[in-house]
């Protein structure tokens, strides 16, 4: 089926440990998709695609864009904790929204909820999370009443 | 001899209105991206409707449109998706193309929109590769049909970035969109630096396809600038257009007869870079472009 084989490659550009099993046994994808033979050969063929890797690194990328672009200080002072944090959250989240400020108020709040179950973060970091995550809600509030 | 000098413009974005003011002679069409003047609330609570209008973008850009024409450019509607369209968002499309005078309004050929969520695209930065068969062909037409009735303008079709194309399919993609063209009334929009990206990725020839897409169909022509990662090369509008892209631009566009615009694209995260003169640079390029498509008589393919 049409939708399955869409669902199935956009799932596949979403998640570099899926293309990883699914190169090592491309049965799976029978096993979570309706899919014809020609679906699945061509979703085997399209995983095996050294550009494959670029579709993964463009929609990690893209998860990021409206995360650095609204809460760029917070971003800069996780430093290298950001892509595991990204990574958790990607997971958490699949689906991105297109409405920048509930994407970033979501993701703050998924930090707000870590930080609660003992996640540890410095006091400068999370001064500047609370100082962003309050420009966002604004932000958000405003847009929640424009016409 | 054509009848009217293609149109030189630019893809909207914020910083678009201080580039209009910079060179205001050099903007004479702008392609505006709906999907970027509304917050969409599809997927969280709102006062209201779901879509809300950022309108301070929509007065600077109603500012900036007197004496340009102003075209669509959508990403939201996604229509190779197996999906039903959207048609709330197919209603404020339609909306926003009475208010801001839409004279034609594309899309793209990629899927954006998959049936548990969306890609992230940051405007178009990911669009998935469609298959090009009569399935995919029977879903676009049906969904053109209902974007004819509620736009009541001239649609067009975008060929995307493709970094993995599908593999094995009924038809190749200058075929699919001569095909739109053919049964479904919808034109080309010809993104010659997503050729210039297939080439350089090694999926496609850009000169294959140029000598295959019907040259009736093209009514738009987008030039733009990329980069390098990891390896490969992205259509991350973030340069100038790359000279083997000017040279197709000079050599193919002559044939298309029915060619109404000719536009840049640029993030605006890359506009420092750029900057205004460079900008201004390239429109006057554009503009040097327009007037030779208009001067050039076409015999057997080639320009003279």
Not at chain 2, 22 to 38: F, Q, S
Not at chain 2, 108 to 132: E, R
Request: hydrophobic residues 40%; charged residues 20%; glycine residues 6%.
């Amino acid at each position: 089926m049409l939708v399955e084989f869409q669902q199935a490659l956009a799932d596949l550009v979403a998640s570099p440990d899926f293309c990883r099993q699914v190169r090592l046994s491309p049965p799976l994808l029978h096993e979570r998709y309706v899919l014809s033979e020609r679906e699945h050969e061509r979703l085997v063929k399209i995983v095996n695609h050294k550009a494959m890797a670029l579709n993964c690194m463009l929609y990690r990328a893209n998860r990021l864009a409206p995360l650095a672009m609204n809460l760029h200080e917070f971003c800069t002072l996780l430093g290298p904790r950001l892509g595991p944090l990204l990574s958790e959250y990607a997971v958490l989240y699949p689906n991105t929204n297109v409405h920048f400020y509930l994407e970033c108020d979501r993701f703050c709040k998924f930090v707000l909820t870590k930080l609660s179950d003992g996640y540890e973060l410095e006091r400068e970091a999370r001064v500047v999370l609370e100082k962003e995550h309050s420009r966002i809600q604004l932000g958000l509030m405003a847009s929640y009443t424009a016409l | 001899m054509r009848d009217r000098r293609p149109l030189v413009g630019l893809l909207n974005n914020p910083v678009v209105p201080s580039v209009i003011r910079y060179a205001p002679d050099l903007v004479e069409y702008v392609d505006v991206i709906p999907d970027r003047l509304w917050y969409d609330f599809e997927h969280g609570e709102a006062i209201g409707g779901r879509f809300h209008r950022v309108t301070g973008a929509i007065e600077e850009l109603s500012e900036c449109a007197r004496g340009r024409v102003l075209g669509g450019h959508g990403i939201g509607l996604s229509l190779p998706s197996a999906l039903p369209i959207d048609m709330e968002m197919v209603e404020a499309t339609a909306a926003l193309a009475r208010q801001l005078n839409f004279q034609w309004y594309s899309e793209h050929l990629s899927m954006f929109l998959v049936s548990n969520g969306s890609v992230p695209n940051s405007q178009a930065g990911l669009g998935l590769p469609v298959s090009y068969d009569d399935e995919t062909f029977e879903i676009i037409r049906g969904k053109l049909e209902v974007l004819k009735k509620f736009l009541r303008c001239d649609l067009l079709l975008e060929n995307g970035a493709v970094f993995t194309p599908v593999p094995d399919t009924e038809m190749s993609e200058a075929d699919f969109l001569n095909r739109l063209y053919s049964e479904a009334g919808c034109g080309t929009l010809l993104d010659l630096h997503n050729l210039y990206v297939g080439k350089r990725n090694g999926v496609l020839s850009p000169l294959e396809y140029l000598e295959q897409i019907n040259p009736e169909s093209v009514q738009e022509i987008h030039l733009a600038g990329g980069h390098e990662l990891a390896g490969f090369y992205t259509d991350s509008h973030s340069g100038l257009t790359p000279d083997e892209v000017w040279e197709w631009a000079y050599h193919f566009s002559p044939r298309f007869r029915n060619l109404r615009a000719v536009v840049f694209e640029f993030h605006e995260s890359y506009f420092e870079k750029l900057g205004l003169k460079g900008i201004a640079g390239e429109l006057e390029r554009m503009h040097a472009l327009a007037e030779a498509v208009t001067s050039a008589t076409v015999q057997h393919g080639a320009m003279v």
